[in-house]
DNA sequence: TAGTGGTCTAGACCACTCA
DNA sequence: GAGTGGTCTAGACCACTAG
C-alpha cells in the first residue's frame, strides 16, 4: 500500500529494471493502479508524469501508458555563470577583457541569430582565468539595438555574461556543442598548443524573436562535461 | 482569469521577460496567486512545478516562491540510438564490427565504474556508417559479470548499444562529453586526419551499483549536438 | 512557531485517439 | 463511440524552514 507518488514510481522502475515490465509493454490503466496501490488515481497520475517526463514510459489518451520501446539517454546540463562554477569549484576567478568594438556580424553569426541581413553588433571578447590560468576564452557578438544599455557598461570590470543574465532574460535559447581544433590565436590565449583539440560550447538567445547574443565559449584542454541522467 | 495552468505559467513568465519580476523577486504564495488567477491553489502549484522544474523561480517551504537569482542556462539532451539517429536524417544505416574480445580493463574504464580492482570484460569496437561514410566510432567495454548472455550475441550483426538497450536497463548513468585529437587509428576509421578535433561521447551505465557498460563515442569531424534550452 | 509549499483525496469534466 | 489520460476543484493534512 503506497500512498506516496515517489514509491509509486519507484516500484513502477523496479518492475521495468527487473524485467518484470519489458520495453513496449502495456501498463494498467491509471484507475487499475490506483486500485493496485490504494491510493487516488491523482497520485497515480503524479507518479506516472514523472515517468513520463523521465522518458521511462510513453502515455497517450485511449491508448494508455507503456514502458518506452528504444528508450534514449535523456541528460539535463545547468550550464551556470562561468564565475560560479570556478568558484564552486574552489578556485580563485579571474576575468580579462580582450577587445571590444562594434563590427559588422559575418556570415556565420547572423545565420545563428536567422538574420536574413548582417548588422552591426557589439564583438566582446575575453578570458575568464581558474587560479590565474585561462579557462574559457569568450567570443561574444551582443544585439545593442536589442539591448543599448549594454554600450554604457564597463565590460573590463564584469563579463558580459553575468550583466546580460541580470538584465536581459531570454525568451529562446539554441545550444551547441562541438569540438575543434585551436587556432594559433586560441592557443595563445588558452595557453594551448596550436591544433589542440578545444571543446567549444555555443550559446544563441533572442527575446520574442529579436536578437540578444551569440557567445562561442571555447574551453582550455582538458575540459568536460559531466553529468548523471536517469 | 486563467483557469488552466499552463496559461498561469505563461504569464508569470511574460512578467520575467517584460522586467516587471526581476531576479531575485519574491512572489505572492500559491493562496494568494490562486485568488489573483480565479483558480484553486492546485492549479498554481501545477504551473510553479513546471516554473522551478525549469529552473524560472526557486520555491522554498515558509520561504515562498522566488525568481530565480543566478538564471543558469538549462538544456536537455536525448541521445538516440545512433543507428535510429541516422535513419531519422534520412540516410542509410550502416554497422560494421572491427574487433571483439574479453580483456581485463585498464585503470581508465576500472576507474570510470570506481571499481577498485580491474576485471575481465568484453571489449568491443565498431563503426556506425551514415550513407556509407564513418559517422561515430565506438569503443566498449561490456561486464559480462553482470550481463553474461551478452556473449552469446552475434555483435557483427547488431550493435552492442541496440542489444543493451532491449536487454540491460539501468539505474545509473554518468555522461561525459569532451574533445579530442585523432589519433592515428582513428583518423583512419573516421577518414579523418591525425590531429583532427573530434567530439567525444562517454557513457557509463551501473544496474543497483553493478557495472554494465561504458562507452566512448567518438564523432567524424563536423559533428554537432544542438538543442533549445528554455 | 507560524507561514508556505508539497502532497493526497474524491469527484468531475474534458480532450484525445484507438478500434 | 468509448476508454484513457490530462486537468480542475475544494478541502485537508503534512513537512520544512525563516524569523
Chains 1, 2 share one sequence.
Not at 493496485?36 to 508524469?49: I, N, P
Not at 507503456?66 to 550550464?79: A, C, G, K, Q, Y
Not at 557589439?122 to 581558474?130: F, G, M, P
Request: glycine residues 4%; proline residues 6%; aromatic residues 8%.
Amino acid at each position: 500500500m503506497s500512498n506516496n507518488w515517489g514509491e509509486i514510481r519507484d516500484e513502477i522502475k523496479r518492475r521495468v529494471l527487473d524485467r518484470e515490465l519489458l520495453p513496449g509493454a502495456k501498463l494498467p490503466s491509471d484507475q487499475e493502479l490506483a486500485e493496485e496501490f490504494g491510493c487516488a488515481r491523482t497520485t497515480v497520475q503524479r507518479a506516472m508524469q514523472d515517468l513520463a517526463l523521465s522518458g521511462t514510459v510513453n502515455r497517450r489518451r485511449k491508448g494508455g501508458t507503456r514502458i518506452t520501446l528504444h528508450p534514449i539517454t535523456r541528460t539535463t546540463f545547468d550550464i551556470p555563470i562561468t564565475r560560479l562554477e570556478i568558484e564552486t569549484a574552489g578556485k580563485e576567478y579571474g576575468y580579462y577583457l580582450v577587445s571590444r568594438e562594434i563590427l559588422v556580424t559575418p556570415p556565420y553569426v547572423a545565420s545563428s541569430f536567422g538574420l536574413s541581413k548582417p548588422m552591426e553588433m557589439l564583438h566582446v571578447v575575453a578570458l575568464h582565468l581558474a587560479d590565474k590560468k585561462p579557462y574559457i576564452f569568450e567570443d561574444r557578438w551582443i544585439a545593442h539595438a536589442t539591448t543599448p544599455e549594454v554600450l554604457d557598461v564597463d565590460l573590463s570590470r564584469e563579463s558580459a555574461n553575468e550583466w546580460l543574465i541580470r538584465n536581459r532574460p531570454y525568451s529562446d535559447c539554441e545550444v551547441r556543442f562541438l569540438a575543434k581544433n585551436a587556432t594559433p590565436h586560441e592557443a595563445e590565449l588558452l595557453a594551448a598548443d596550436t591544433d589542440d583539440a578545444l571543446f567549444v560550447m555555443e550559446r544563441t538567445t533572442w527575446i520574442n524573436s529579436a536578437p540578444i547574443t551569440m557567445v562561442r565559449a571555447i574551453a582550455a584542454p582538458g575540459y568536460q562535461l559531466v553529468t548523471k541522467a536517469s
